[in-house]
């Protein structure tokens, strides 16, 4: 696919980076920063253009005329749009915008239709649409969804005191009687799709594959609580607060936000009348302990300071014995704070960019690949793909144990006629079957290359 990314900030460096892999990408950067051109094109596989994006000559020289998908991630809304609208009219090819203002969000199905575009991705309202994934379901610190959302992999600390401590893969089904899968482990910087004589240790971060609402069941037999929580506290009343309270209020969950800027509380008090809206200081360790802060089941930090939020958070959870999410905005900062054991941190750059390079690969799917979904997991060591099997497919009809599979390849789960199945040697793959693939440190466009 021909694809010009315009504005190389975070989202856009992040992009180049995961779609770069995909040789049959060819990637064309627009930003007007010429230092920040040149470095992206030293580093990965680009062409660049010094320029602005609406600059129809500049959009001429990045070969808009034939472009297969324009993504447009500068860091205006206003000029996201134009971008988009200019894409159209010059070439044939599918637009993607960042668009961030809640006003223009209240009105983004309109927007999408007359402007054309294939893809309206909000940072703040995904962001939120992941932490309210979380709180569902706390003991996770991260959860991806496949099958329409009917299967889920969840990753989690296994705690000191765990049953899964020196417990071998193999072992786990039988022990346990658990239909769950175990697809990854993060141990340190490593990261492993376990066999069978994998032996699990605290410490250790595990993925593992269900059916949705049958993850429960299993945390239980390994003595780690399941309870949803029923309040949360959070920190800063930006735009990612306002879509989360949102949310968590529609399920039932009580929501107080602590937020420093006056009229910012009375714009939350009018949208969200059932939230409890505090003014003052959330980074006043005083002000959280006279708010109620021991009392609530969760707690969200949401600042705009990463560092500040990585210190509310560490001072939350020396307070409270339940769920602590941490936005943080600076990628970079990932390696630095990983060892702090924040419970689940949010970066809203990363979850942009996997929205739109999961979108990127649903349009390929219809020139020719076949996958359906894409999530980035063991700390985006590896990836998790759904494929739906088509006619004569390689890998059908052949039971799974005389699969000639590439090392570090999972199949994780079947889904067939709404019934998921966690396989096992004797299962095969049958056309029309929606598959979950956990491929590590391989490149899988198709379903096709788990095969050597």
Do not use: W
């Not at 900030?9 to 992040?14: A, I, N, R, W």
């Not at 879509?243 to 800027?261: C, D, F, M, P, S």
């Not at 609530?296 to 300071?305: R, W, Y």
Request: charged content about 25%; overall charge negative.
């Amino acid at each position: 696919m021909n694809i010009i990314i315009v504005g190389c900030g975070k989202v856009g460096e992040k992009l180049i980076e995961q779609l770069s892999r995909e040789e049959e990408h060819n990637i064309t950067l627009i930003d007007t920063n010429a230092d920040v051109v040149q470095e992206v094109v030293n580093e990965y596989d680009v062409m660049g253009v010094v320029g602005s994006g609406v600059d129809v000559d500049t959009l001429a020289e990045a070969g808009i005329a034939k472009a297969d998908v324009l993504i447009a991630v500068a860091g205006s809304d206003e000029l996201n749009l134009m971008l988009c609208l200019m894409a159209k009219k010059l070439g044939d090819c599918q637009t993607i915008a960042r668009v961030r203002k809640p006003e223009y969000f209240k009105t983004i199905h309109l927007i999408k239709e007359e402007l054309g575009l294939a893809m309206v991705v909000n940072p703040e309202y995904t962001s939120a649409n992941e932490i309210a994934r979380i709180l569902r379901f706390p003991t996770a610190i991260k959860i991806d969804t496949f099958a329409k959302g009917r299967v889920e992999i969840l990753k989690f600390l296994v705690p000191q005191d765990c049953i899964l401590n020196s417990m071998k893969v193999m072992d786990i089904s039988s022990k346990l009687k658990s239909g769950i899968l175990i697809c990854g482990v993060e141990r340190g910087e490593e990261a492993f799709i376990p066999s069978g004589n994998f032996e699990i240790q605290s410490g250790d971060f595990l993925s593992i594959v269900a059916p949705i609402g049958q993850a429960g069941a299993f945390f239980k037999k390994i003595g780690i609580r399941t309870d949803r929580v029923k309040d949360t506290m959070i920190v800063g009343g930006g735009d990612t607060a306002y879509y989360l309270a949102k949310q968590l209020l529609q399920r039932g969950i009580a929501v107080k936000i602590i937020e420093q800027n006056q009229e910012r509380c009375e714009q939350l008090f009018q949208s969200l009348p059932g939230a409890v809206i505090a003014h003052g200081d959330g980074t006043d360790n005083k002000i959280l302990m006279e708010e109620g802060l021991t009392h609530f089941g969760s707690f969200v930090s949401l600042t705009n300071i990463d560092e500040e939020n990585v210190l509310l958070s560490l001072y939350a959870k020396s307070k409270i014995d339940g769920k602590v999410i941490t936005k943080i905005n600076r990628i970079e900062y990932g390696k630095v704070i990983g060892d702090l054991q924040l419970g689940t941190t949010i970066y809203p750059k990363n979850i942009t960019a996997e929205y739109i390079v999961r979108f990127v690969r649903a349009l390929k799917n219809s020139m020719g690949s076949d996958i359906e979904t894409l999530h980035y997991i063991l700390d985006g060591k590896a990836e998790a793909l759904e494929f739906i099997i088509k006619e004569n497919s390689p890998i059908s009809n052949i039971k799974l144990e005389e699969l000639n599979l590439k090392e570090n390849i999972l199949i994780a789960c079947i889904t067939r006629n709404g019934k998921h199945i966690i396989p096992h040697g004797q299962d095969m793959i049958v056309s029309g079957d929606s598959v979950v693939v956990v491929a590590l440190k391989n490149r899988v466009t198709d379903i096709s290359d788990i095969l050597k």
